[in-house]
């Protein structure tokens, strides 16, 4: 490309041609004027040169991004958010004049080979640190306050208000209270839809408190905290695809696979057998049309009842077949009113997706929680009678 500068000279050659002539007349005359115009070039290239280097200067500090020296003054505690950005992180240690600006602490991760490795949680640093050592800081293990709070899978409602209650101090009134809507804490009213006729627990929150190590604000209330675990349960189940999958495929609504998730999460012994008693529940609810005869439902009326749960071999008639259990699976037909606990993702994937299968029956045949399937009655006797050889509780 031929610029503005490129084309005057091209005049100026053009205007003083010949450029090289065989003769020499008035050669001393055209030395002095060469040498004028070296002289004014020269000058010329010097300003320019000069106005450059400080130009560059000046961009140069323009585009530095400012950062603090040293490591810092006094301490402070930062809590980096889940999912969070360097550029996000950037702006939360900005805010709390951890770093002087975001560019620096940004620049200074992408420098270090771990520096994408930050994870969230809430960490010690100090105010007005070099960008360098805040990510130092945020990389060491030691500045990292442990707060977590770890909710297993299958873990009750109940029990998990125990388990936040513990480590917020919260009183467990105040998550029961703001459990009893659960969906102003964010569950979509369509979760409580079911295709089998049957009513929802649309007062319970059972199910939707996903199992996973949180780390809370302190600043949360009880309210707060269970609408965190509603969304990543949401969250979770639309990585998923989970309810589109099980209209589609199984034909029931996304709160009955969630209702068997619950159950094979309490029934199952490996995670292996999770898809497998999915299919159970299902070949029972919807194609036999009979009773699940889960015991895992009784235990769990009882718990809301406030009572110790038991081994099946240990739950009496009465308890199985309680008239007033709405969670009753001995002689009531179908699926239970609700999830009886909070499944995890693999028993949710084996209840979206199950097996092939015909089976009717399932027993857990060792100590290990290994279970064996089968869609004949008596083959799932002596089933049961070999667990009970093997040291199962259920003789």
């Not at 102003?184 to 190590?213: C, H, M, N, Q």
């Not at 349960?233 to 619950?262: C, H, K, R, W």
Request: charged share 20%.
């Amino acid at each position: 490309m031929i610029d503005e500068l490129d084309l005057a000279f091209d005049e100026h050659a053009e205007r003083g041609r010949p450029r090289h002539r065989r003769g020499n007349r008035g050669g001393k005359k055209g030395s002095g004027k060469s040498g004028v115009a070296f002289l004014m070039a020269f000058v010329l290239l010097a300003v320019l040169g000069g106005g450059v280097y400080f130009g560059y200067s000046k961009v140069k500090d323009f585009f530095v991004a400012a950062d603090y020296s040293g490591p810092g003054t006094e301490p402070v505690q930062v809590a980096i958010a889940k999912n969070s950005t360097l550029t996000d992180i950037g702006n939360t240690l900005v805010d709390s004049d951890v770093v002087k600006s975001t560019k620096a602490f940004v620049n200074a991760a992408n420098a270090n080979p771990r520096g994408k490795n930050i994870q969230s949680g809430t960490y010690k640093l100090k105010k007005q640190m070099s960008a360098e050592n805040a990510v130092n800081l945020l990389l060491d293990p030691k500045s990292r306050i442990t707060s977590g709070v770890t909710i297993t899978e299958g873990q009750t409602a109940l029990q998990i208000y125990a388990t936040l209650s513990k480590a917020t101090n919260i009183p467990v009134k105040d998550f029961q209270d703001a459990a009893k809507k659960p969906t102003d804490l964010g569950v979509p009213d369509y979760w409580f839809k079911r295709r089998d006729g049957k009513p929802a627990a649309t007062a319970s929150i059972e199910g939707f408190l996903f199992p996973d190590t949180y780390e809370f604000d302190p600043k949360l209330n009880a309210a707060q905290i269970l609408e965190v675990m509603v969304n990543r349960f949401l969250s979770v189940t639309g990585d998923m695809n989970f309810a589109d999958t099980v209209q589609n495929n199984l034909s029931v609504s996304p709160y009955e696979a969630l209702i068997v998730a619950s159950l094979t999460q309490a029934e199952a012994g490996v995670p292996e057998d999770y898809p497998k008693i999915a299919r159970v529940a299902y070949n029972r609810a919807y194609k036999a049309h009979m009773p699940l005869e889960f015991d895992v439902t009784a235990n769990y009326w009882l718990e809301l009842n406030g009572k110790a749960a038991k081994y099946s071999g240990a739950l009496t008639a009465a308890e199985i077949d309680d008239p007033k259990n709405p969670y009753n699976t001995k002689s009531k037909k179908g699926l239970p009113l609700g999830p009886i606990d909070n499944p995890g993702e693999a028993a949710l994937k084996g209840a979206m997706q199950p097996p092939s299968a015909n089976w009717l029956y399932f027993v857990a045949i060792d100590k290990q929680g290994h279970s064996v399937f089968t869609n004949d009655y008596q083959q799932h006797q002596k089933n049961i009678a070999q667990a009970c050889r093997n040291g199962v509780p259920l003789c």
